[in-house]
């Protein structure tokens, strides 16, 4: 490969490709097989060509040319080569089964076409045949039609009959691509006709019709598969289409299994498993494989195992194309072969195989690479690389022109003069092949290239080399005579001139030189510097030239021309004149050499024997001179009879004894120090020519080849002439025989002759001579036998059956002729069959015989053949007999009958092997006699189908025909009888109404059309309707309906809205359709706009007015009446939030918008209104309020510097905007202190801000000295200095950097700035805005079609709800679709659903901070169910022995449309189902049924919902019209066994099932024990903890006169004496007054607890309309009054519980939907969806910690887990907590037992519960001490009190008057008094806002009512430790004497009586009693924090 490489890249170097001026080229190069018929010929015309004009020839594949044979073959001027018709006898392999190619030949060479397969295919008998078959019923049947193997390559078959009639490949029956007939499903009838298969020559155009075969069909029985069809091994090309037949039978029918190469198919379209087999289209190579079939039953399995091979055509190609180089150079073609593998590889040259030498080379794997190297002009020509795979054959050339390429100087430089230093460049171009390389050289000297001389060089693409030699910065030794010698492999060419550089002239050295005598030499001057003023040359001092021979350029260089030993050689003196009277000088030594002079001698004429003395003289030239010899190039060595004799200046050659071998090119080469030199002769060695081998008599064979052998040699060789005598005596006269194509003289002189004719016969000379000696001659006798030929008989004839018929046959040829007849393949024996007999009559010239029929037959239309046979051959002639008889009756079918017509086709049979002249067909009521036939007479012979027109409907009708030929009538066809059908009905439907139901839809109601005119019965109906508004195209839209009775309605959808619209009716039968009613009118119901109003536009008038305008929308989108418009607008404001939605109503196109906010955005959105409701809103415009004069401050600082000290300054501030300058501050009068005590110049407030963004909290100060700045954060009891890390950074300006937000940041932050003069303090509010919480969805309405849905959003997340993303899909789906809805909106409709199915729905809000949590996954189901078959309908309609027909109206769409109903049937008993798919929604016949059969039939009908299944059994009736009995189960031995096991099945069952189910009852008992068990220790990890509080400062007092209770989406029902009042679902702040709590109640009473949550802060006014676009504390009413208010958000918030307790009342279970009625004024609360376990913020963990009703059955396990991320939380880890109480419910009891361990037997006791159990533990903030200045404030009951827990009491709790008393330590820790004051007051608003409002007037809340009892519930409790003081208040709260409601708030605290602790510590629940009894029990307080755990 390197080698290839390098020549490779060598000849890129050496050669180039040029346009050649003549080409060659191939028309057609892919003709590579002719096939034709003898009796038509055949024209091919060459396929190669050439410009200019190419001559074309013809040769054989062996490389013979071919030669013209009369009225057989020829080639036309043009080089069309033309086979003529021939007559089987006239065959010859040679010219009919041969392999041609064809040349073109040009002064660019010669190129040959790929061989051509010639081949003549002329008329032979043949028959095809096809066997009978056998089969099962419901199997496969398999027909081939045989062909005989001689004829197989040219006929194929075209079409099969069965029983005379064309088969279509349909249904049952298929047609495989080889031919061969599948007839699928065999059934009974098909062994009642006979098969017959049609074939065609592909050349002749015969037909041939088979034999009828029978198919044998038997009833099936088990058995393994059986091979009917198979393959074994394909070749086919690629991107054909192939089919691998498969079949088998068997029972049951086998299962067809395909593999390649080991492993199933791949799934590949162009795959096609069909019951013929396996079909590949679009062949690819890697379909290429083993393939086997594997065909298996229940019985055994069979295969069929083959081999595909998918073959590329062969493509090649050569390059390059075209090459034009010189000779020496080197060339390589590369041939690049693309195709199947396993190719042969050729190269050749001018049509000759290339043969390998010293030059060529065949390099590569695949012989692809032909290498030259050296290339001679004779190399030049065509080159072909051929590559031949089996058939197939590619090839191309390349045309490669070879020339002198010496090379020659194109373009060269002239002399000039330079300056030193100044740059100058020399080019010399050359051209020569291959292209020259130029080197330069300076005064004889190379030039070394260095910094100052470069030379670059490169070749054009003409060939031309190019080079540049670059001097920069020349010197004086630069000058000089500068050449270029461009050089190749073939010479050498030089070119030089003379640069001068300026400066002092001088000679450089030269060398001597040696001169070669009688050539020319040159001596260059090797001046530099310039300018001198003359160069001159002496010799001996004598000025040159002296003579002739001498030259002196200008330029100094001297010339010495044939150069002479004595005269010139000697010293040379060149002289140069520098200045007048200077000159320099320099010498050279010139030495002369003489070559060797060779004396002429010749070789004298040598005979064989002779001696021979040659001797080479050299006559002058230097010593020492050496000789040698060579013969054709080579040295020759003494030997072998040569001797070599060599002296001083002499050599002579000897030979002892001449041979023929001592021919050749004898050179004497003579060198010497001066030259080489040679001198070539030639000997030649003459020998008289003698016989190798002598011509013999011989005997031609007549239309054979035959060869006349003849054989001579000699020297020179000798000339072969061949004479002819014609006749068979003494030869008189010879004459030369004239070579044509037919007669060419062989190499080694033997005459052959390619076709001997009967002319050929006679004497032969064969004369040889070469001028030595005398000529000789030998004769031969040439005898002609003549082969046995046929020379007459009739190609076709005619006969008539029943009569006599002869034919003959004549034949010529050597005696004895025996002539024998055949019919078909048989020969006729005239003794065997006596209808035949031959006679023989031999005349001198022929023999005639001939063979008479007694008489003809229809048999007899076949081939007959007379066979001619002598010694020398044989001939055969064909005679095709056609007997003729009047035709076979016609095969008569009806295509199509009608109600009043019928449509007959017809196939004609045997045709009595003569043209059909004409057809009858006669028809007539069945009832009557043929003799009252109506007939049609003298139908055209071309039309094989008429229709019968103006028959009655419902009538039955004979049918028959004939045909006719020129022979006679055919016999009648077989009667047929038929019934027409009925007709379309005649009358419209009656009494057609139209009712509007909606915008879109119309009920349409109708009668059936009148009975006389139905026409047959009312299958449905097609409503027409269309739209008649202006503008509509009038065309009807058409839906159809079944029939259901007389009185219809239907109701058309999808209906443009408000239009009016035209109804028709049609009835239809099962004929078709009747004429429509008179079209009704009616308009659909209004609807609202679908467009918005266009062109909105919004102007901004002043800073409080705005002006919106806009036009009507397109009134095609109003549907209805335009009742008015409505803007809805709302402000945006700069921190991203929104306000209150506001909205307009009017009647005009303009409304102006009044009192809006000042320099405010606004976005605003128009809708027009109908009196169907709202349409489309419009784009958002956003509009801008005009600037005002301001009137707040803006946060800015000015420092003033040079005040005077004790002087009083007056100070003030003004905004100014663009409309001018606003009011001023109020002024203040300050004056400059010596002491500068701190400030802080930034304000405090609220920033909000998305989470995950840095934020920059401000803290500015001044004072002197320097204050020190500290940044706190309020966390609960204490303020936490702020760490600086990574998170946060004090600036050093004080500023806070708090980087990338989170929700944990938000809080108050407070900068306290100090000096030692004093400090100053600042609180900053950061809310941090995070996604909004996950909306409530619910499904309000579904159809069979959409799905309504509605939510409420959850809480916003500090921003305002952008929009809302609503994912869909089907229920068994993960494939959601998404819909994006505004945020406005809070229903939506989902259209275009699928009738009956179940979908999952979730929706996500999403605000500025992004897309929130997923809601709930709901489910949905569109209206409709699967279908169903109605019972009152019948399944069968009829029913015969053969048909049963089914009423599919019975089926039941189910509000869903049948899509498929699927229908199987089988005779009972059998294994096999036989399936039907329709559509129908009417009637289906099951046809080809058993008579006198017992059916299962099992139907399925499916639409978008399900399927519909129906099963049924049926007989069929039997042949003769009766029923058969039913099937009756044979009844023995084991009807006593299967009556056991019927009863013993399900008392099995049932055991096992109780059994099971109290397993996994007391499973699930003991998994609820162990999830108690581990509550309990999650509660003691919770006890552990410390009170958690919220500090929350606010400004301002206490508020509001009742408790708020923010409860979202929950219904709170207020019992009274009046009834129940429901308060709306959009109330979601519910004041709930102390009365509702103290109204008197019966003596029993029990403790009702409302649960409520908070989402939000409370709200101060009006309802909570939408809590999604709300802040936490802020109004939604009154948004401007809270924008710089202090809040806290906190989305998950707890559960609290208002506690009543009264008369005792079974206990509820608490559920996440419950309702628990009190008497009279009872609280029934819905808890909302959601519970929290904790107080979180926006954290992922905070959302991890939720636990939620909607995970109620979630096991303790997961609870668990859920607090193990809550304990992470900041906020969890102060809280304080207490179990109150832990129950499981019981559905079957109100008991509620807790869970001790000493219960467990009985908690196993227990009946399966409704509920999972519940344990609720409470953190309560401490009670207050002064209960009376607390009679009107409900307060929380502590579980434990101390010091530390008064401080977290609220301020206004911490009062002196309110709360203390004078002994009691203040234990809190000294603050900052600003600070301590606003954290105080932030915990009071927390508390206030959270929990509850004071009343100073309002009673208690937590405090019984006079007169009550406290009465617990039933159950046992759990008492945690407490401290005295909390556990004597909460005794006490929870004891004291009803009748004084005084002492009950004023007792002193006591221990309890009793106190047990339970002694296990595994138990959560353990027992607790004291004094008062079991019925007493610990109050949880009356207004406590609870948490449920579920």
């Not at 190129?111 to 002329?122: C, E, G, H, L, M």
């Not at 002024?1227 to 989470?1251: D, H, L, Q, Y």
């Not at 344990?1815 to 502590?1838: E, H, L, M, W, Y």
């Amino acid at each position: 490969m390197w080698l290839v490489t390098f020549f490779l890249l060598y000849s890129l170097q050496k050669a180039h490709t040029e346009d050649v001026g003549t080409s060659l080229y191939f028309v057609n190069d892919s003709i590579q097989q002719v096939t034709f018929s003898s009796t038509v010929g055949v024209v091919i015309p060459c396929p190669a060509a050439g410009s200019p004009s190419a001559a074309l020839r013809w040769y054989l594949a062996t490389g013979d040319d071919i030669y013209d044979v009369p009225h057989i073959r020829h080639v036309h001027a043009n080089g069309t080569l033309q086979l003529y018709p021939f007559s089987p006898s006239a065959f010859n392999s040679f010219i009919h089964d041969n392999d041609y190619f064809c040349t073109a030949e040009n002064s660019a060479g010669k190129i040959r076409s790929p061989n051509i397969r010639v081949k003549a295919v002329f008329r032979e008998p043949y028959t095809v045949r096809v066997e009978d078959q056998r089969s099962m019923r419901g199997n496969v049947a398999v027909f081939k039609c045989l062909i005989p193997s001689s004829v197989q390559e040219y006929v194929s078959v075209v079409s099969w009959e069965k029983d005379t009639v064309s088969i279509i490949p349909e249904n049952r029956f298929f047609i495989t691509f080889y031919g061969g007939l599948y007839i699928s499903d065999v059934q009974k009838e098909d062994a009642l006709s006979t098969y017959r298969c049609i074939t065609k020559h592909k050349y002749s155009g015969e037909t041939r019709q088979s034999n009828g075969a029978r198919l044998s069909v038997s009833d099936p029985a088990e058995s393994i598969p059986t091979i009917l069809d198979g393959f074994q091994s394909r070749e086919v090309k690629a991107g054909q289409l192939v089919e691998l037949p498969c079949i088998a039978s068997g029972y049951p029918n086998p299962a067809i299994r395909w593999i390649k190469d080991g492993r199933p198919l791949p799934a590949d379209s162009r795959w096609t498993k069909r019951i013929t087999g396996l079909t590949i289209s679009d062949l690819r190579v890697e379909d290429s494989g083993m393939y086997i079939c594997e065909v298996t039953n229940t019985f055994g399995s069979a295969e069929v195992t083959g081999t595909l091979t998918v073959i590329d055509p062969l493509h090649v190609s050569l390059t390059p194309k075209k090459l034009k180089t010189g000779i020496g150079s080197t060339v390589i073609l590369s041939c690049a072969l693309s195709g199947s593998p396993e190719y042969a590889l050729r190269w050749y040259r001018n049509t000759d195989l290339v043969v390998l030498d010293d030059y060529i080379s065949i390099r590569g794997i695949s012989n692809e690479t032909l290498l030259i190297t050296a290339a001679q002009k004779s190399h030049s020509g065509a080159y072909q690389c051929f590559a031949t795979r089996k058939a197939q054959t590619a090839q191309d050339f390349s045309l490669i022109a070879l020339e002198d390429g010496t090379p020659r100087i194109v373009s060269s430089f002239s002399e000039k003069v330079v300056n030193p230093g100044e740059q100058f460049s020399l080019m010399c171009a050359a051209k020569g092949a291959p292209p020259p390389t130029i080197t330069w050289a300076l005064d004889d000297e190379p030039i070394q290239r260095d910094n100052g001389h470069r030379t670059n060089q490169y070749t054009m693409s003409d060939g031309t080399t190019v080079s540049h030699m670059n001097v920069t910065s020349p010197q004086i030794k630069d000058g000089g005579v500068y050449r270029c010698a461009a050089r190749n492999s073939v010479g050498s060419a030089e070119y030089q001139a003379r640069i001068n550089v300026r400066g002092p002239p001088s000679i450089r050295a030269m060398k001597n030189i040696t001169a070669v005598a009688g050539r020319d030499t040159f001596i260059n001057c090797r001046v530099i510097g310039y300018p001198y003023y003359s160069i001159k040359w002496y010799k001996d001092a004598v000025l040159l030239p002296d003579n002739h021979r001498q030259v002196v350029f200008e330029n100094g260089t001297l010339k010495l021309m044939d150069v002479q030993k004595g005269m010139d050689e000697g010293e040379y003196l060149c002289s140069v004149l520098i200045q007048p009277q200077l000159s320099i000088s320099q010498s050279v030594h010139v030495t002369v050499k003489v070559p060797p002079l060779i004396q002429p001698f010749e070789f004298p004429p040598a005979s064989i024997g002779q001696l021979l003395y040659i001797p080479c003289v050299v006559s002058s030239g230097d010593m020492p001179i050496r000789i040698t010899w060579r013969k054709d190039g080579q040295v020759i060595i003494s030997g072998s009879g040569v001797t070599i004799e060599s002296k001083e200046f002499m050599s002579s050659l000897q030979i002892s004894s001449v041979s023929l071998k001592h021919n050749g090119n004898y050179t004497c080469i003579a060198s010497n120090a001066a030259a080489t030199v040679s001198r070539e002769r030639q000997l030649i060695v003459r020998v008289p020519p003698r016989f190798v081998v002598q011509p013999n008599n011989q005997d031609g064979i007549y239309g054979k080849a035959g060869v006349l052998n003849c054989s001579v040699d000699g020297y020179p060789p000798p000339k072969v002439m061949w004479k002819h005598a014609k006749g068979s005596g003494n030869p008189q006269q010879y004459h030369p025989v004239p070579l044509t194509g037919r007669i060419q003289i062989l190499p080694n002189s033997s005459l052959l002759i390619r076709h001997v004719l009967e002319e050929d016969i006679g004497y032969y000379l064969c004369q040889a001579s070469n001028g030595v000696g005398t000529d000789i001659s030998k004769s031969m006798f040439l005898t002609v036998k003549i082969p046995a030929m046929i020379t007459s008989h009739p190609n076709t004839t005619i006969a008539i059956k029943g009569q006599m018929k002869e034919l003959n046959c004549t034949a010529r040829g050597e005696r004895p002729i025996i002539i024998r007849w055949e019919k078909g393949d048989t020969v006729i024996d005239p003794d065997r069959n006596m209808r035949y007999a031959i006679t023989t009559k031999d005349n001198s010239d022929e023999v005639i015989s001939t063979l008479k029929l007694k008489p003809a037959d229809r048999g007899d239309s076949v081939f007959f053949s007379c066979h001619a046979i002598n010694s020398y051959g044989e001939d055969r002639g064909l005679i095709q007999l056609t007997v003729q008889e009047p035709p076979d009756p016609p095969e008569l079918e009806i295509r199509e009958v009608k109600a009043r017509s019928m449509n007959l086709r017809w196939t004609q049979r045997f045709d009595g092997n003569s043209i059909i002249t004409g057809f009858d067909i006669e028809y007539k009521n069945k009832s009557d006699s043929w003799d009252f036939k109506q007939s049609t007479r003298n139908i055209s012979p071309t039309i094989n189908q008429a229709n019968i027109v103006d028959l009655h409907p419902a009538s039955v009708y004979s049918i028959r025909m004939y045909s006719f030929n020129k022979i006679g009538r055919s016999e009648p066809s077989k009667e047929l009888t038929i019934s027409t059908e009925e007709a379309a009905p005649d009358g419209p439907p009656m009494d057609v109404t139209l009712q509007p139901m909606t915008s879109q839809s119309i009920q349409v109601t109708w009668k059936a059309p009148k009975k006389e005119l139905q026409n047959g019965v009312i299958r449905g109906y097609q409503i027409g309707y269309r739209e008649n508004s202006p503008g509509s195209n009038g065309q009807y839209s058409i839906v159809e309906m079944k029939a259901t009775g007389d009185s219809e309605v239907y109701t058309l959808d999808n209906l443009k809205k408000f239009a009016q619209y035209g109804v028709v009716v049609q009835a239809f039968n099962r004929a078709g359709t009747g004429p429509s009613s008179s079209e009704i009118n009616a308009t659909t119901l209004e609807d609202v706009p679908s467009q918005p109003p266009e062109n909105v536009r919004a102007l901004s008038i002043t800073s409080d007015v705005a002006v919106i305008s806009w036009s009507e929308p397109p009134r095609s989108t109003l549907n209805g009446v335009l009742k008015g418009y409505r803007v809805i607008f709302w402000s945006l404001y700069m921190d991203g939030e929104w306000g209150e939605m506001q909205n307009i109503t009017t009647t005009r196109e303009r409304v102006e918008l009044r009192g809006m906010e000042k320099f405010t955005n606004y976005s605003v959105q128009v809708l027009a209104y109908t009196q169907a409701g709202d349409g489309v809103r419009s784009s958002v415009l956003y509009i801008q309020t005009k600037e005002d004069t301001e009137q707040a401050i803006q946060q800015l600082f000015y420092r003033i510097a040079h005040l005077n000290r004790g002087q009083q300054y007056m100070l003030w501030v003004a905004a100014v905007t663009s409309a001018g300058r606003g009011n001023i501050s109020e002024k203040v009068t300050i004056e400059p202190a010596g002491k500068a005590p701190a400030k802080i110049i930034s304000f405090g407030g609220t920033v909000t801000t998305p989470w995950m963004k840095d934020v920059r909290l401000p803290c500015n100060s001044v004072g002197e000295p320097a204050p020190a700045i500290k940044w706190t954060k309020d966390s609960e009891d204490s303020a936490i200095p702020v760490a600086v890390d990574g998170h946060r950074l004090i600036q050093a300006n004080g500023t806070l950097v708090l980087r990338s937000v989170k929700a944990e940041d938000s809080g108050y932050y407070t900068c306290t700035a100090t000096n030692t003069w004093g400090f100053d303090t600042i609180i900053i509010n950061l809310l941090v805005q995070v996604p909004p919480d996950q909306p409530r969805l619910t499904v309000s309405k579904t159809s069979a079609s959409s799905i309504t849905l509605a939510w409420i959003p959850g809480d916003n997340g500090g921003s305002s709800i952008r929009g809302f993303v609503l994912q869909y899909s089907v229920d068994n789906s993960e494939e959601w679709k998404d819909v994006f809805i505004s945020s406005t909106e809070r229903s939506f409709k989902l259209d275009s659903l699928k009738c009956g199915t179940w979908y999952k729905v979730k929706l996500a809000a999403k605000n500025s901070v992004g897309a929130g949590r997923i809601s709930e996954i709901i489910e949905a189901k569109t209206h409709g169910r699967e279908p169903s078959f109605s019972k009152d309908q019948h399944l069968f309609t009829h029913i015969n022995s053969t048909h049963a027909r089914l009423n599919l109206q019975g089926w039941s769409s189910g509000g869903c449309p049948i899509m498929a109903i699927v229908l199987e049937y089988r005779p009972k008993g059998n294994w096999v189902w036989q399936s039907l798919k329709t559509n129908s929604s009417s009637e289906l016949f099951l046809t080809e049924l058993r008579e006198a059969t017992w059916y299962e039939l099992r139907m399925k009908a499916c639409n978008s919902a399900g399927c519909g299944n129906e099963t049924a059994q049926f007989a069929t009736l039997d042949y003769d019209g009766s029923t058969i009995p039913p099937i009756k189960s044979a009844q023995g031995e084991g009807d006593d066994v299967k009556k056991l096991f019927t009863i013993a099945c399900p008392v099995i069952l049932a055991t096992l099932g109780v059994a099971l189910l109290f397993i996994i009852r007391k499973k699930r008992k003991e998994k609820r024990l162990k999830r108690l068990r581990d509550a309990k220790s999650l509660a003691e990890m919770l006890i552990s903890k410390n009170n958690r509080s919220f500090d929350t400062p606010v400004k301002g007092p206490p508020q509001g006169p009742r408790l708020h209770i923010d409860i979202p989406r929950v219904q709170l029902l207020i019992e009274d004496k009046e009834g129940i009042k429901q308060l709306g679902d959009d109330k979601a702040t519910i004041p709930v007054t102390d009365t509702e709590f103290s109204q008197a109640v019966t003596p029993q009473s029990f403790c009702t607890g409302v649960s409520l949550h908070h989402p939000a802060l409370i709200q101060n006014t009006g309802p909570l309309i939408d809590m999604s676009d709300i802040r936490p504390g802020t109004n939604p009413v009154s948004r401007k009054s809270v924008k710089s208010a202090h809040s806290t958000r906190n989305r998950y918030s707890s559960q609290w519980t208002l506690t009543k307790c009264q008369a005792s009342t079974p206990a509820r279970t608490l559920t996440s939907d419950w309702r628990t009625v009190g008497s009279q004024h009872g609280i029934t609360v819905t808890e909302s969806d959601s519970y929290s376990a904790s107080l979180s913020q926006d954290t992922d963990k905070g959302r991890n910690s939720m636990v939620s009703t909607e995970s109620a059955s979630s096991t303790y396990e997961e609870l668990a887990r859920a607090y193990e991320h809550a304990k992470l939380e900041e906020q969890l880890q102060h809280a304080k907590f207490e179990i109150t109480e832990c129950f499981i419910s019981d559905s079957s009891s109100d008991q509620m037992t807790t869970g001790t361990n000493e219960n467990a037997d009985s908690m196993t006791s227990m009946s399966t519960p409704s509920e999972p159990g519940i344990c609720r533990f409470t953190a309560s903030p401490p009670k207050p001490q002064d209960s009376d200045r607390g009679k009107n404030v409900a307060v929380p009951i502590p579980h434990r009190a101390n010091k530390s827990d008064y401080c977290n009491l609220p301020l206004y709790m911490k009062s002196e008057a309110f709360f203390r008393k004078p002994d009691i330590h203040d234990p809190c820790p000294v603050v900052p008094p600003r600070e301590a004051s606003i954290r105080n007051l932030a915990r009071a608003y927390h508390t206030q806002a959270r929990h509850l409002t004071l009343d100073p007037g309002s009673k208690p809340l937590g405090l019984p009512h006079p007169g009550s009892s406290t009465t617990t519930l039933p159950q046992r409790t759990l008492t945690m430790p407490v401290s005295a003081n909390s556990a004597s208040a909460t005794v006490a709260a929870a004891s004291a004497p009803a009748a004084d409601p005084t002492a009950a708030t004023s007792a002193e605290p006591r221990m309890p009586t009793h106190t047990k602790m339970g002694g296990s510590r595994d138990s959560l629940l353990e027992m607790s009693t004291s004094g008062i009894g079991r019925s007493q029990k610990q109050g949880a307080g009356a207004y406590s924090k609870s948490y449920t755990l579920v």
